[in-house]
Structure formats: C-alpha cells, structure tokens
C-alpha cells in the first residue's frame, strides 16, 4: 500500500545542509486515533529534502478543526532541532474511495477532450462569440465540486466549461450552446460563457470579470434566508481579486456570515498580465485577513489535495454559516481565450507546469495502486474520444433557435 505524505512546508531554513537519510514515523490520526504510517519528507521549491523524523512523535497528535495535526520534532544533519506541529496531508489518498477517484479522473478527461476539441471547433467558425479553455485547472473544478450535497450551488467566470460539466451537465448541451443551438442548456442564447443549469445547482457563468462574485453573494444570502443547510461555491479568477466588486463582497459576506466559499482560480496570468505585475500583494489568499476570514492557498495541480481542502473547508462553511477564501494555483496550458496566442509567457514554462499535470497524476496513482491498467486507459480515452465525438455530431445536427425564441424568458 502506498504511505501517505506529510508535506512540511518552510521548515527546514535553519536545520543545516540536505539530509540523506530518511526515516519512517508513526503518528496518530487525530479523528480516529489510530496508528497511520507516514512517509515523511519536506518540500521546498523545486526541491525536495529528506528530514529525520525523530524515532517517537513528541506526543499525539492534535486536532484543529478539521485537520489531522501531528506535534513533531524535526533533526537536521547538523543536529538542529525544531519542534512544530504540522497538518497531516496526502491521508485522503489512502482514505478516498478509487472509484471515485476513477470517477473523477474519467471526468477530468472528458473535460479536456471537451475543450480541445471545443478549440479546433472556435478556429474552424462553429463556434461564435468568445473561448475560455480549462485546459490544466480540470482538477480544481472537479475536486471541490465533487464534495457538494444536492442544493448546494456554483456560479462561475467566463471560463465555465469544465464547471459546468463537473456539477453533472451533458456535453451535448454544452456543446450544443457552445454551437449557439436550441438544443444548448441556455437554449443557444448564451453561447461559451453563459452556461446554466438550475437541475444541476449551476448558475452561469459570466461575461464580465467579477461579475459573479456579487451574485454568489446573492445565492449565499438566498440559502442562508431560507434557512437551509447549503452552500455556494463561488469561482472567479486572479484578475477578478482586483476589482471593487471582489472587497466590496468579501465585506459583506463577512458581515452577514454568508455560507460561502470564494475560490480563486489563480492561473498566473489575468489575461496577459501576471499576477506579479498586477497585484502588490501576490499571495492573494492573504486578502481574507483583512475581513477576518479563513485563507488558505491550495495546490490546484494534485487532485487529493484539492479534494482535501475542500471537504474540510466545505464543511467547515456548512457548519459555521462564514465564508472562506481559498487560492487554488492552477495554470492554463492554452492562452487566456481561443485567440491568444500567449506571446507574454515561454515555452519553457509552460512545459514545467505540464509536468505537474493533474491528470497525468491521477492517472499514475491509479496506475500504482491497481485500480487500473495499461489496458483501462486506453480504453477510457477511446470512450471518452467517441462521447466528445457524438457531442459534437449533435451540435452540429441541432437546429438553430427559431423566431419564437426571440422574446422567450425575457422577464423585464
């Protein structure tokens, strides 16, 4: 069975040069109290140092809420010693069912084979309007979408495809709606950024940066009115952090202890410009503080931990009616929309980030644990190859809206 990791993050600075030897500890698993097995390891960037793990954790380990902690002592090969308490990570990939786990990778497929061929579609005039591709962020839509209950809902940006699918949309009716027919899950009025799906609790997308950060506000506040035990997943963008619009909701969502979750998908770039050049704050989780709220920044490219932090975080909101803000560093492999040919960034580092590719990932855990082979993958990418196909094959054969359409769910 594979061991779980424990990630010590910026805890080396004054233990001395890399240590070479690695050592196994026992730490308990504060839910259960069980003795769990970790292997235990600490990361820095691009890099990885071992540390030693003292052969007895200094105690048992402590619970914050909704995280497994464990109180350790960590030796140098100098000899320097620091103890810490750390939050456990990487226990789900023990704990999470694999056939949700396959589940999710099969989606996440579905999602890029969906967008991919939603681009050859943009470039060859079928598709009017604009194109946002999810291409590389799969694993943060499908991570934290997965832990929501029935009426929970999710409002979303411009970039809503994967979205979409990941709260149970049909890929014929996105693509249908991408191709502006009457068959699109908006009737094909809405086309790329505009999808929806009441059954589906999806509210749309939005053409205007920001734009749904006020209205997940609004469904928040709907939930919380009707006195229901739901809550609102609200996705936007790092540009969309440097809009009025984003300070002015977090105040209020503070205020009125809306269940909310504000989820920035942090791809490096708002548009062309990164993240660096446009923010004096670059670490945007940081903001939450100022509206005394949870923060907390989360690898967007390792689906466990997504998925991690979002049954946590989730949970924590539903319980507690306050919002939260999570940072999700994600990154797009394509440009900010169909016609970007993303000159402001290097090949190079768009290659680095391929490695760290989520799916990849996924798809090699599941490799390793014998949940499936060689064989199943491939299987899997013809089946999702020939669903993506026969999408396509009813968009393209969907009539167009007719006049009666024109004034149709025109309410003001």
């Known amino acids: 069975m594979q061991l779980p990791v424990i990630e010590f993050p910026n805890t080396l600075k004054g233990l001395g040069q890399r240590s070479e030897r690695l050592k196994i500890g026992v730490v308990r698993n504060g839910r259960t109290g069980l003795p769990q097995k970790f292997r235990c390891f600490a990361r820095e960037p691009d890099i990885i140092l071992p540390v030693i793990l003292n052969p007895a954790v200094e105690g048992p380990a402590r619970r914050s809420p909704g995280r497994t902690v464990a109180r350790l ?72 979408i997965s832990v929501l209950e029935k009426g929970d809902v999710v409002i979303d940006s411009y970039r809503d495809h994967g979205h979409f699918i990941a709260c149970g949309g049909g890929i014929n009716e996105a693509m249908a709606e991408l191709y502006g027919k009457v068959t699109g899950c908006s009737r094909g009025k809405g086309g790329s950024m505009h999808l929806f799906s009441k059954e589906h609790g ?27 035990k739901k809550v609102c997943l609200c996705f936007f963008g790092d540009g969309a952090c440097q809009t009025g619009l984003f300070h ?52 967007g490219m390792d689906l466990f931990t997504v998925r991690e932090v979002a049954e946590r975080v989730i949970s924590q909101v539903r319980e507690t009616s306050k919002p939260a803000l999570l940072e999700v560093m994600t990154y797009r492999y394509r440009g900010h929309g169909a016609a970007d040919g993303a000159k402001y960034r290097t090949p190079e580092e768009v290659e680095k980030w391929k490695t760290r590719d989520p799916i990849g990932r996924v798809e090699a855990w599941l490799l390793e644990q014998g949940a499936i082979t060689e064989q199943d993958v491939e299987r899997i990418h013809q089946e999702v190859h020939a669903e993506v196909e026969e999408c396509l094959r009813f968009a393209e054969e969907s009539p167009l809206p007719g006049e009666e359409e024109l004034y149709a769910h025109i309410l003001a």
């Open 248 to 299: 002015e909701t977090m105040n209020l969502a503070a205020l009125w202890e809306l269940p909310i979750v504000f989820i920035i998908e942090n791809n490096q770039y708002a548009m062309g410009t990164s993240v660096d050049r446009s923010s004096s704050e670059p670490e945007l989780y940081k903001r939450a503080a100022g509206y005394q709220m949870h923060g907390e920044r989360v690898d």
């Open 73 to 144: 002592t960590l030796t140098g090969p100098t000899g320097a010693r620091r103890r810490t308490h750390l939050p456990v990570k990487g226990f789900l990939k023990d704990r999470m069912d694999t056939n949700e786990v396959l589940r999710i990778y099969r989606q996440m497929l579905v999602i890029r084979r969906f967008e991919d061929r939603s681009d050859i579609a943009y470039k060859l005039n079928k598709i009017g309007g604009y194109l946002h591709l999810y291409i590389g962020q799969e694993a943060v839509a499908c991570g934290l």
């Open 202 to 228: 999806f509210y749309g997308g939005s053409g205007i940066v920001g734009a749904g950060i006020g209205m997940g506000a609004g469904l928040a506040f709907g939930l919380k009115y009707r006195e229901e």
